[in-house]
Nanobody, 126 residues
Framework: QVQLVESGGGLVQAGGSLRLSCAASGRSFSSTVMGWFRQAPGKEREFVAVISWGGGSTSYGDAVKGRFTISRDNAKNTVYLQMSSLKPEDTAVYHC???????????????????WGQGTQVTVSS
C-alpha cells in the first residue's frame, strides 16, 4: 500500500513557476515508477510526466515538454514537479501517482497506476 500527498499548488501569473511535491508513505517507494497527471474541468485526465524508480529515465507529455521537470528524492520518499513558463492552459488539479506493477518500464496511461494522491490545484492567471 502506498499513500500519496501532494502539495505546492496555488495561484500564479502566466510565465511564473511553481514546484509541486508528492510525499509518499508505505513500502517500496524507491523501486516504484512515479507519475504526474492533471485534470482540468470538463476534460479528461492528462499525462504530464513520469520518472523511473532510480530517476535515470523521464518522459513528458507534449504540452509540457521543455517547461516542466520531474525529479525524485528516494531518501525523502518524495517526487517533485518543477513547472516553469506556466500558461493559463496549465490550470488543472495535479495528481501524483504510483505504478508498482510497471517495474522498470515507464507508464503513460492512468490505467497503469494503482495509487493516487488527492491532487493539488494549480491556477495560472493571464
Amino acid at each position: 500500500q502506498v499513500q500519496l500527498v501532494e502539495s505546492g499548488g496555488g495561484l500564479v501569473q502566466a510565465g511564473g513557476s511553481l514546484r509541486l511535491s508528492c510525499a509518499a508513505s508505505g513500502r517500496s517507494f524507491s523501486s516504484t515508477v512515479m507519475g504526474w497527471f492533471r485534470q482540468a474541468p470538463g476534460k479528461e485526465r492528462e499525462f504530464v510526466a513520469v520518472i523511473s524508480w532510480g530517476g535515470g529515465s523521464t518522459s513528458y507529455g507534449d504540452a509540457v515538454k521543455g517547461r516542466f521537470t520531474i525529479s525524485r528524492d528516494n531518501a525523502k520518499n518524495t517526487v517533485y514537479l518543477q513547472m516553469s513558463s506556466l500558461k493559463p492552459e496549465d490550470t488543472a488539479v495535479y495528481h501524483c501517482a504510483a505504478a508498482p506493477r510497471l517495474g522498470s518500464r515507464l507508464g503513460y496511461d492512468a490505467g497503469s497506476y494503482d495509487y493516487w494522491g488527492q491532487g493539488t490545484q494549480v491556477t495560472v492567471s493571464s
